[in-house]
């Protein structure tokens, strides 16, 4: 199985601030990782797929890069309604891996 | 408007079964592959399961293998669960999500199962 170890576990950050969030695989998922913004009681939303292609509808804020087993999602400058919790996810093979998560709060 | 909407969680007794539901609606729902993903109380997401768009195509995590079956029924738009052995590390927020190459794009609300005595 695909190791996922994604870091910090959490992060305590401003209204403004440019925060990024790392994954890495413990084997190459090519550019298949995909991230998720989870607020409390609510399903996952998907941010970014393909490790840096924005979906539809999410603020230009929100940017990925990496490949291979290296990755990271940068939120340019954080607004209110980002403070959550952010799972990146392999889908290069199964299983499915999440990473344990990473809840970015209000400093 | 994509709708994925779970249902037939509840408190069930240890070794216990359950069979949970995914209605489907505002795409067609025969071309997509379909998972279940579960969170337990305060934990991370874990993906459980997979099933192609015409069910050829079946794969479960470790921890729910030869315990659950999930299986699709296209004529209904609907996913399926079936859950037996159930254990209380079982007990989790079960999601139902649509999968659209290599990306779970819509993601139902959630159904919650309780394992306990």
């Known amino acids: 199985d695909v190791q996922m170890t994604q870091s910090p576990s959490s992060l305590s950050a401003s209204v403004g601030d440019r925060i990024t969030i790392t994954c890495r695989t413990s084997q190459s998922s090519s550019t298949y990782l995909n991230w998720y913004q989870q607020k409390p009681g609510k399903a996952p939303k998907l941010l970014i797929y393909a490790a840096s292609s924005l979906q539809s509808g999410v603020p230009s804020r929100f940017s990925g890069s990496g490949s291979g087993t290296d990755f990271a999602l940068t939120i340019s400058s954080l607004q209110p309604e980002d403070f959550a919790t952010y799972y990146c996810?392999?889908?290069?093979?199964?299983?499915?891996?999440f990473g344990q998560g990473t809840k970015v709060e209000i400093k | 408007e994509v709708h994925l909407v779970e249902s037939g969680g509840r408190l069930v007794q240890p070794g216990g079964s359950l069979r949970l539901s995914c209605a489907a609606s505002?795409?067609?729902?025969?071309?997509?592959?379909m998972h279940w993903v579960r969170q337990a109380p305060g934990k991370g997401l874990e993906w459980i399961s997979y099933i192609s768009s015409t069910s050829n195509s079946i794969y479960y995590a470790d921890s729910v293998k030869g315990r659950f079956t999930i299986s699709r029924d296209n004529a209904k738009n609907s996913l399926y669960l079936q859950m037996s052995s159930l254990r209380s590390e079982d007990t989790a927020v079960y999601f139902c999500a649509r999968e659209a190459v290599s990306l779970f794009d819509y993601w139902g609300q959630g159904t919650l199962v309780t394992v306990s005595s």
């Open positions: 996810q392999q889908s290069y093979t199964s299983p499915w891996t």
């Open positions: 505002g795409f067609t729902f025969s071309t997509f592959a």
